[in-house]
């Protein structure tokens, strides 16, 4: 290893903790529950607001088939789907508006905002 | 065996592309231990980078692009999503690693495989977001850097490894 | 490869190591986040004027600039309040500095020299009194002050002290003269009150300063009127909640503006409650008592000043005749709320509205 390499991942380990304390403050302001957006095709086909659900099941159609999301407890993760790598499968749950879940091979993604996000109110 | 320069230099990027179409085959096999999209161990890339530094970028880029598309069609892939995000990303990739490449002072073999696994990384989430809609690539990309190093490193090492044989087989670098 | 730097200098080597470090940190930088090269500073500051709180929201690439745009922009408003307030204590500065209170002073005597802003606004204001069959008036000061709105001694009228008090709400007797910028009420007990222009007259000023910086991004909220300059990001525009009326925490709806402003009129936002009936500061000047079909109305529109001008008036006037009056001019839309809990909108909102699940409000889609 040169010493250009050792340069260049301590930078890069640097880089990687300055945006993990970025998304660690961005995630303590956004703890509460949000809206789940859930998009096939990149169209949205489903909008869920987390805290109002105890349990849940939701199928989504992708172009290869029926993607299974679960809701449970402010989180939502996908449950099973037809796709081969199962990756969405193993991002696990999510809550937060930073997190996402992405299928790629089924064209399926879910994102959380947060609720009520606007930036202004007229009243 | 006693190939001429041009005949030699063709069977050689056959070798490379089935090798390189074979170790992505293997690893298609295997699952993915990383719980992220894109994010794979990219043993195709040993091979890339190789071509990369032993030819250069005309040859990198036709091994690479090869390669995808090969293995697509293998993969039933071809002309979808995963398709175009692979090919995308190995474009980007191999050109970011030639850049690399070129300051061999400075950087070793493992750098240029860093900043290839980075740049594919990053290409596929990108192409992903325009495919997809909207997502939040910002959340992805402490992991995708730090994840990026053991993949870069172990593959750069590899790499590094094998390119004393290519340059034994070759006897003389062609230019 | 390796030979060729042998011949090298040791100078060329060491600066293209460092080109090259330099170089490749700017790349790793580029791709994992432009934010880190192009710096866009938020500056957000707050004050009082206008017996409302004035809050602006800038971004601007230098923290300088953003401060500087941001204290002109509430100069703007606070001198637009002096011009136009009309309930300060005698023999204070203030009182001096208010051109309407001259005005009102002078009613029936003698007409009175006044500031371009103060000129511009009575005619903006006579104009829409004209356009809008009357329900815009700013000579509605006699009316306001007997109901007690403004000075906190609100109480509800007998009907002969209103009979009287609307023989003097009569835009016709409001004299402007245009060559010497003057203003002249007619009858001596005639009065003007600018609350329903004022404010969004100075929101258009203090937008106005903001763009001269080159800022191309900010947001004022006045006191629930909303100027959305620019868009919040690349082809993503701002989100503006509707205010649910019956409910301060809830929204009713989330509009998605790029360089307009909103402006809500709401029987919500000044009242007082008599034997639980309910009396708001919005006054027809046709009947002198406040208007009773809408419980809110918010136009959206790229004049802060018109906007004002025709939430009051579109409150005054209901939903059907608002609505042909929107008909007829493009570019400006409004979303209305009606006491029996229905929501009617102008065609062009349905595109850029988003409405929320909310308890009891049923949306009336034409």
Known sequence: ?123 | MKLQGNVRKQVLLGILVSTALVLYLIEAMLPNPFPLPGVKLGLANIVNLLTLAHFGLGEGLFVAVIRVLLGSLIGGTFTGPAFIISFVASLLSTLAMYFFLRLEKVFSLISVSIVGAITHNLAQLLVVSILIGTFNIYYYLPFLLILALPVGISTGYMAQLVKKYLENFQGSKSD | MCSLSSSRSLRKRSLKKILSVAISLLVVLTITGCSLIQPEYEYTSEEFIMNTFINIKVYANSKEKAKEAIQKAFQEFKKIEELTNRFVQKGTAEYEKSEIIKINLAAGQTPVQVSEDTFKMLSLSKKYNKELDGVFEITIGPLVDLWGFGQDKKNVPAREQLESKLKLVDSNRLVLDEHRQTAYLERTDMSLDLGAIAKGYATEKAAQVIREYGIEKAIINAGGNIYALGEKGDEIPWKIGIQDPRDANKLLAVLNLKDQVAVTSGDYQRYFEVNGTRYHHILDPRTGKPADELMSVTVIGEDSTIADVLSTSFFILGVEKSLAYLKEHPGIEAVFVTKDQKIYTSTGVQEIIEFKKNGGYIIDER
Request: one cysteine or more.
């Open chain 1, 1 to 123: 290893m040169t010493k250009g390499d050792k340069v260049l991942i301590g930078s890069i380990l640097a880089l990687a903790l300055i945006f993990f304390g970025m998304w660690y403050i961005q995630d303590k302001n956004a703890s509460q529950a949000g809206i789940a957006i859930i998009r096939s095709g990149g169209k949205i086909v489903q909008e869920i607001e987390l805290d109002t659900i105890e349990s849940k099941v939701i199928p989504i159609e992708g172009p290869l088939g029926i993607s299974k999301a679960k809701v449970e407890k402010d989180t939502i993760q996908m449950l099973s789907s037809p796709c081969k790598d199962k990756v969405c499968i193993k991002q696990g749950k999510i809550s937060t508006s930073s997190q996402s879940i992405v299928c790629v091979p089924n064209e399926i993604s879910i994102t959380i905002e947060k609720k009520g996000e606007v930036d202004e109110i007229t009243r």
